[in-house]
Structures are given as C-alpha cells and as structure tokens.
C-alpha cells in the first residue's frame, strides 16, 4: 500500500449555522441534483421569492451555484437550475472492523476523493482514536478543508438526547465508550458516530441505490444480521437505537439453538460463522465452505440451502412488516444469494402475505469502503441536522 502524504497544518472553515429552510434547500439540491428555485419552493411549501433569498444565502456562502437555464416542463419559460457545488467541503468517514479501520474523504455530494485503510492497532478505545485521528492528519494533507468525520461500527448505539454512546459493540468488545466526545477532542473537529447498518441505509438513501424512495429496508449478512429501513423518507433508529433487530427470528423451531438459547432463529443459520460451524469439520473457513458448495459438495449445499431458507423468511417478514418500495441484501456473507437463489425465493412465496406486492431484491456487493462512504455521508447529515 502506498504510504499516506506528510501532514501539514491546516484548519478548516467551520460548518455554518443555516435555518431549517436553508438546510432543506440545500439538501434538495444534494439528493435530487440541480432543480430551479420554483422546483424548491414547491418541495418546501414556501414562496419563490422566500426561497430566492434563501438560496442567496447558500450561493454567498459557497454551498451552490447558479447554471444553465433548462425548460423544466412540457410549457414555460426555461429555468435558472442550482447546482449543489461538490468542492464546498470535504467530510471524513471511518468504518470500525474488529479487526481493520477503513477511511475516506467525500465532497459534500459523498464523492469518494481519497481512502485507505490499514489494521487496529488494538482495539481500545484511546488507541483507535489516536489511530483515527493519525488517519485525519494524513488524509488532510492533501484535504484541509476536512469540515466534520462520522464513525461507524457494528453494535448498538445510542445517540437521544445530545449525547452519542457506544452502549455495546460486540466485535470491539467496548461498553458504554462516548467515542465521539473522545474522537472529537483528537480531531478538533465535530463528529458524529452510528451503528454501521443505520449509516449505510441512510447513505444509500441519499446518495446510492436507494435514492429517489420514499421507502427501503437494507439487509446484510456476514459476521452477523443486520437491518436498516427507512420509512416516509427517514430512517428509523427506534426509541432506543435498537430497530431492525431480526437476528433471532425463529425460523424453525426445532433447529439448532443459539447462544441466547433460541432454537432456530436466523443467527443459527445465516451468519458466516454459523454456516461453518453447521458442517462440523475442524480448519474450514468461511471461504473454504463457499468453495466446496461451489464444487458440489452435499454437505456444504445443504447448509447453504437452509442459510437461504431463513434469508427468504426474513425478505417476507421485512415486505409484510413494512412494505418498502426496494429491499437491498449485502455484506461479505452474500455466497447465499449465488448458492440458495431458489431456496430464497421458494422462503418468500412461503411467507409473504398472499395479497402483497412482488418483491425484487437488489444485491449489492459492497465493498467496506462504501461502509466508510456511509461514515463521511453521516458526518454529512449530522451537518445538516438529519
């Protein structure tokens, strides 16, 4: 890997404070791309003459510009179109592994313009934070205009009530850590943290492949299950930051049981880890068992098949409960989609209501450096107040 630029110091200009109207303008025009100030002020139900001044205010601080003049309808006058300006900020976006720390640096449009990643140096807490904050200093270098970061991990998270808490991130083994208060302090700069899944819902809401709905639940699968949805164009933590819990969805009651003594919920069945434990033969790994259902081998296939059986219950249970307009599977453990395709979709007919919409899954192998998009698209939000 290529060794990361010399840092330089540098201080980035603050966030401004804009008024709800300005934040909605501005977020329009991030999620919906360039539309005319008439476009706008219908959205956010205000005068055009209102939004004009509005959007002066976003133009003299730098956050738009003015384009082109387009016919926006069938009759008229062509339309002046705004134009979100990418170049206004940079955002820096870190994803936790147990393992590997993955960094970014998006424009304000989420644009990719820098990553890297490299090992934990432990996983406690002081020494991740260095280690963030060593990756801030280098990244920007070349990126001095980093405004705010958003950390993302695995677990439950806190974030009611102005306070953000790490309440328990079960790869990191943290309890109860203020990460973004100590993150904050190293970085001089504001940040925000959330549960990886939520993260990377609510970035591709607005920026990847669930922009334009109203409605979407993102499901993912490999060290563990996860779920993200939106609702009515929000996304939904829960009264407690717990939403989206399905992992121990009873699949079959006289499976096997899970850590938690349930018998047969999904997290015997569809995790990495429970896929290899399910074939009983000492020095396979995830990839190993992949490779032999790959070649054909009985066992391996057979626990593929019921890893896609309870895949296929938890599709039919997130359409019946929620009725998303689009329903997106990813994660490292997305063998199962390749290897259970007709398992899947025998496991929704199964479950769904009879009476509901056909249900099209979109796939999406992501790599961990979308989930670190997800971390500077966070950072993003927080900005805005979303």
């Given at each position: 890997?290529?060794?990361?630029?010399?840092?330089?110091?540098?201080?980035?200009?603050?966030?401004?404070?804009?008024?709800?109207?300005?934040?909605?303008?501005?977020?329009?025009?991030?999620?919906?791309?360039?539309?005319?100030?008439?476009?706008?002020?219908?959205?956010?139900?205000?005068?055009?003459?209102?939004?004009?001044?509005?959007?002066?205010?976003?133009?003299?601080?730098?956050?738009?510009?003015?384009?082109?003049?387009?016919?926006?309808?069938?009759?008229?006058?062509?339309?002046?179109?705004?134009?979100?300006?990418?170049?206004?900020?940079?955002?820096?976006?870190?994803?936790?592994?147990?393992?590997?720390?993955?960094?970014?640096?998006?424009?304000?449009?989420?644009?990719?313009?820098?990553?890297?990643?490299?090992?934990?140096?432990?996983?406690?807490?002081?020494?991740?934070?260095?280690?963030?904050?060593?990756?801030?200093?280098?990244?920007?270098?070349?990126?001095?205009?980093?405004?705010?970061?958003?950390?993302?991990?695995?677990?439950?998270?806190?974030?009611?009530?102005?306070?953000?808490?790490?309440?328990?991130s079960p790869f990191l083994g943290w309890h109860d850590v203020e990460l973004a208060d100590v993150a904050r302090k190293r970085l001089a700069l504001p940040v925000a943290t959330e549960n990886d899944v939520r993260s990377l819902t609510a970035a591709e809401h607005w920026f990847g492949v669930g922009a334009g709905f109203d409605s979407m639940a993102l499901l993912t699968v490999g060290a563990g299950i996860g779920l993200g949805f939106v609702v009515d164009g929000k996304v939904v933590t829960g009264a407690h930051g717990k939403s989206g819990r399905l992992d121990h969805l009873i699949i079959d009651p006289t499976g096997p049981r899970c850590s938690y003594g349930h018998r047969g919920c999904a997290s015997t069945y569809l995790p990495n880890g429970s896929i290899v434990a399910a074939l009983r033969t000492?020095?396979?790994?995830?990839?190993?068992?992949?490779?032999?259902?790959?070649?054909?081998?009985?066992?391996?296939?057979?626990?593929?098949?019921?890893?896609?059986?309870?895949?296929?219950?938890?599709?039919?249970?997130?359409?019946?409960?929620?009725?998303?307009?689009?329903?997106?599977?990813?994660?490292?453990?997305?063998?199962?989609?390749?290897?259970?395709?007709?398992?899947?979709?025998?496991?929704?007919?199964?479950?769904?209501?009879?009476?509901?919409?056909?249900?099209?899954?979109?796939?999406?192998?992501?790599?961990?450096?979308?989930?670190?998009?997800?971390?500077?698209?966070?950072?993003?939000?927080?900005?805005?107040?979303?």
């Amino acid at each position: 890997m290529a060794s990361l630029p010399v840092p330089r110091v540098a201080g980035p200009e603050p966030w401004p404070t804009l008024s709800p109207v300005e934040r909605g303008a501005l977020r329009e025009l991030l999620v919906h791309g360039p539309k005319s100030r008439a476009e706008i002020a219908r959205e956010l139900g205000m005068s055009r003459a209102s939004l004009t001044r509005v959007t002066r205010t976003l133009v003299d601080l730098g956050f738009v510009t003015e384009g082109a003049m387009e016919l926006r309808g069938a009759t008229g006058r062509p339309s002046e179109l705004l134009h979100a300006r990418p170049d206004a900020r940079s955002f820096l976006g870190v994803k936790l592994t147990g393992e590997r720390l993955f960094a970014v640096v998006t424009d304000l449009t989420a644009n990719v313009l820098a990553s890297h990643d490299e090992p934990l140096v432990s996983r406690g807490v002081a020494d991740i934070v260095e280690q963030i904050g060593g990756v801030h200093d280098r990244l920007g270098a070349a990126h001095p205009d980093i405004t705010a970061a958003g950390i993302c991990l695995a677990g439950d998270l806190n974030t009611s009530g102005g306070r953000q808490i790490v309440v328990d991130s079960p790869f990191l083994g943290w309890h109860d850590v203020e990460l973004a208060d100590v993150a904050r302090k190293r970085l001089a700069l504001p940040v925000a943290t959330e549960n990886d899944v939520r993260s990377l819902t609510a970035a591709e809401h607005w920026f990847g492949v669930g922009a334009g709905f109203d409605s979407m639940a993102l499901l993912t699968v490999g060290a563990g299950i996860g779920l993200g949805f939106v609702v009515d164009g929000k996304v939904v933590t829960g009264a407690h930051g717990k939403s989206g819990r399905l992992d121990h969805l009873i699949i079959d009651p006289t499976g096997p049981r899970c850590s938690y003594g349930h018998r047969g919920c999904a997290s015997t069945y569809l995790p990495n880890g429970s896929i290899v434990a399910a074939l009983r033969t000492p020095g396979l790994d995830y990839e190993a068992v992949v490779a032999l259902a790959r070649g054909g081998d009985h066992a391996a296939m057979q626990v593929f098949r019921e890893a896609g059986h309870a895949l296929g219950v938890l599709v039919a249970t997130i359409a019946n409960t929620l009725d998303p307009e689009n329903i997106v599977i990813t994660g490292d453990g997305l063998a199962v989609t390749e290897l259970a395709g007709d398992e899947i979709e025998a496991a929704i007919e199964m479950n769904r209501h009879p009476a509901s919409a056909p249900i099209t899954l979109d796939i999406q192998p992501f790599e961990f450096v979308e989930w670190a998009r997800a971390g500077a698209v966070l950072a993003i939000r927080a900005c805005l107040q979303f």
